[in-house]
């Protein structure tokens, strides 16, 4: 706990960004379907420029990311987005980069045998996400400050699979500075990215106990001008396994195309290939959180959330469908614990990877060297009482 605290406090510190000030607005709106317009826009400003984030679960859950320039406002037209309508939302001025994930589907896997390859499931079906029910964003839900922002919504269906009171929750959040997630897998914060975090609670599956899930995720990209590549890029970096998350080895990055590492107007979705099988995260409660499809490229057919009428709207973009699945071949399947985790983060420019500080080698290094001090003393302990005894012994042999 204390180490944990001392890692946080050192990250917190060794950040180099300039911080990033929050403000929230609400927009709600009540359709005669009962389908709450749960729309939270979220302004992060710093001194150079803005971020503004919208956070949505309308029709389906889907956010937009987008950095300005400080004088440039935004119109949002709640009625427009309500019916679909081009328009909805405006900058004043062009966007100096922008990007935005749509989930788009959720699978049920079945399986024969204990497996966890998409690709050896028996049958896959598609529960219908865009006939969940979501809560309002309310001040229940939504918490704001100038410092952080997050909106945690739950949503329902009367589809089987909830029928045990089971529940998609979705957590949207961000922090105007650098640092690591307060839950795991410990993402890192920069303020130019946003977390979202799905956690699928109690479902159940009717004909099977082998169950898994799985969701289809499309990421929106804005091409630069002299960018003809439509597809994202694929990177995964090892890491080292941290404090934070012990037992981790690497992270994905799905970049934009074109990407380039110096480059602002990129966009980036990063996260660690683990999703969490309990409340309570460690090593034996993590499974795979499995790409399991590459960088394909398609386009929007159909519009189906908030970011996707945006982007729709906007000339050279690029969208990559990309699908995940959660478990590991012996884990005894979703069904096991009805819990399953998951967290990635969305932003523009690059993404930041938890990397130690010279804090932190000084830290472990000082921690090493009073270890091996410590043995060393202890070693020369044992030798002296152990030939103290020796003489004893030999005293002892001699009064007999
Ligand atoms: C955005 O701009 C378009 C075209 O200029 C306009 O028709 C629309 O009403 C604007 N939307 C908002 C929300 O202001
Ligand atoms: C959601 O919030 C809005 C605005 O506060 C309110 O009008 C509406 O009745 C609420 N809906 C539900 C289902 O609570
Ligand atoms: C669902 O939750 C409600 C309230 O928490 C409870 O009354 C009900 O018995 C639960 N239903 C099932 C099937 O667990
Ligand atoms: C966040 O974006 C700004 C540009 O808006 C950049 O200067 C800064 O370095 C970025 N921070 C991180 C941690 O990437
Ligand atoms: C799932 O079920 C467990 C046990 O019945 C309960 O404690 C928990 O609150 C439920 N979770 C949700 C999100 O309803
Ligand atoms: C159970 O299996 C039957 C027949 O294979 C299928 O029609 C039905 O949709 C399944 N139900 C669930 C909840 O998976
Ligand atoms: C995701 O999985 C579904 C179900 O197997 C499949 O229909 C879809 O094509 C996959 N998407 C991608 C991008 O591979």
Not at 288 to 311: G, H, N, P, R, W
Not at 323 to 339: C, H, L, Q, S
């Amino acid at each position: 706990m204390c180490i944990r605290l001392l890692f946080v406090i050192i990250l917190s510190t060794s950040a180099n960004g300039s911080k990033r000030h929050l403000s929230c607005t609400t927009y709600h709106f009540q359709d005669s379907g009962n389908d709450n317009l749960n729309l939270v826009h979220v302004k992060a400003d710093s001194s150079k420029d803005t971020i503004h984030y919208i956070w949505s679960t309308y029709n389906l859950p889907s956010v937009i990311v987008s950095r300005t320039t400080l004088d440039t406002e935004v119109k949002l037209d709640v009625e427009k987005f309500r019916t679909f309508e081009d328009g909805a939302l405006n900058f004043s001025k062009n966007p100096l980069a922008f990007t935005g994930l749509t989930i788009s589907e959720l699978f049920q896997l079945s399986y024969q045998n204990d497996d966890a390859d998409i690709d050896n499931a028996i049958r896959i079906e598609r529960l219908s996400l865009q006939d969940f029910l979501w809560n309002n964003a309310s001040y229940e839900s939504l918490k704001c400050s100038d410092y952080s922002a997050s909106l945690e919504l739950k949503g329902t269906s009367d589809d089987k699979a909830f029928s045990n009171n089971g529940s998609f929750k979705l957590q949207f959040s961000v922090i105007g500075d650098e640092e690591a997630a307060p839950d795991s897998p410990h993402l890192i914060y920069t303020g130019n990215s946003t977390q979202i975090r799905i956690n699928l609670e109690n479902l159940s599956s009717q004909n099977s106990s082998r169950v898994r899930y799985g969701l289809e995720l499309k990421m929106f990209s804005h091409l630069a001008a002299t960018c003809s590549d439509m597809h994202c890029k694929l990177d995964t970096s090892k890491v080292i396994s941290d404090e934070f998350s012990p037992g981790i080895f690497s992270e994905i990055d799905i970049l934009s195309p074109c990407f380039k590492a110096d480059n602002e107007k990129g966009s980036f979705l990063t996260w660690k290939p683990v999703s969490y099988t309990s409340k309570e995260p460690s090593v034996q409660n993590s499974a795979d959180a499995k790409l399991t499809s590459t960088c394909s490229s398609t386009s929007i057919s159909q519009i189906q959330s908030v970011a996707e009428l945006y982007f729709n709207e906007e000339k050279n973009i690029a969208v990559n469908d990309f699908n995940v699945t959660f478990g590991t071949k012996g884990d005894g399947f979703y069904t096991k614990t009805e819990y399953t985790s998951w967290s990635l983060m969305i932003g523009t420019g690059v993404s930041v990877h938890y990397k130690l500080s010279i804090a932190v080698i000084v830290f472990i290094t000082v921690g090493m060297a009073s270890l091996l001090i410590f043995l060393v003393m202890g070693a020369i302990y044992y030798l002296v009482r152990w030939i103290r005894r020796k003489d004893d012994d030999l005293l002892l042999g001699d009064n007999s």
